[in-house]
């Protein structure tokens, strides 16, 4: 990943959270990522905004068409909260590759347990919200141009509670320095 694509992630991120009401807090701590997939592919910006030994709070910036790939958590659970524009989630009660597609499992979405089905796609508008389970698998992509979303969560470890379906997938992928960074990132 090169340092002008996060530099210019950054940017993108920073301009919507301000211009959508969203105060960063002093000295946040950024995590900026295409996870080794490529620019083109998916980029994710996320800001660390609480990270406490019981439970860890961010701030997400998406883009249309860069879907976050395919993973789970086996220690976190998260609830990802739709805070301006609309994205859509899909979610399989165990690992794609082994997981009978339909699979039936209970979800909180919203606050209740609604029945979904392995591999069925969840629309959240603004204001909605799904709570993600561990071993739950999802992956989440923006259907409008950009998307804010909040998590609130179980305290992580992302370099060793993210298990992505993709195993060539890396959460930290190394930075090609090809301009001056405006701001430094987690991880590194």
């Excluded at 800001?47 to 439970?55: D, M, R």
Aim: aromatic share 10%; charged share 25%; glycine share 6%.
């Amino acid at each position: 990943m090169k340092r002008s694509e996060i530099n210019k992630t950054y940017q993108d991120a920073l301009r919507c959270f301000q211009s959508h009401g969203w105060a960063i807090p002093p000295n946040p701590k950024w995590d900026i990522t295409d996870c080794g997939l490529g620019f083109d592919s998916f980029i994710i910006a996320l800001i660390n905004l609480a990270e406490e030994p019981e439970y860890c709070e961010k701030l997400i910036y998406c883009v249309e068409n860069k879907p976050v790939p395919m993973h789970c958590h086996h220690l976190k659970k998260e609830d990802i909260i739709c805070r301006w524009g609309s994205f859509q989630v899909e979610l399989w009660a165990g690992d794609p590759r082994t997981t009978e597609k339909g699979t039936s499992f209970l979800v909180k979405k919203n606050g209740e347990k609604i029945s979904y089905r392995s591999g069925e796609v969840i629309q959240l508008d603004a204001g909605e919200r799904i709570t993600i389970d561990p071993f739950v698998y999802h992956s989440f992509w923006s259907i409008t141009p950009e998307v804010i979303i909040g998590e609130v969560s179980t305290a992580n470890n992302d370099l060793t509670d993210n298990f992505f379906v993709d195993g060539k997938i890396g959460r930290f992928p190394e930075v090609i320095e090809d301009e001056p960074r405006l701001i430094p990132l987690v991880g590194k």
